[in-house]
């Protein structure tokens, strides 16, 4: 998953979160990538803060969207 925005000629960095999903604890595979001058910046940290918090495996988000159907 790529977080925030990758300019065409910009360098990638990749990395790894341990990330679970915030409803069933399931742990998930967090490859992530980043553009050089966003990673480690401020709006980076929080970003990633929000994401840890508001992740949902496929099978929770999967059952959230059927539920409001």
Known sequence: ????KIDKNE???KFHLDIKCTKCGKTVPGGMQASENYF????????IDNFKKNYL????R???RL???
Not at 40 to 47: A, N, P, T, V, W
Not at 57 to 60: L, R, V, Y
Request: some cysteine; hydrophobic content about 30%.
């Open 57 to 60: 495996c496929g099978i929770c």
């Open 67 to 69: 539920d409001k159907q």
């Open 40 to 47: 480690g910046s401020d709006s980076f940290k929080i970003e």
């Open 11 to 13: 360098k990638k960095i």
């Open 62 to 64: 999967d059952k959230k």
């Open 1 to 4: 998953m790529i977080i925030g």
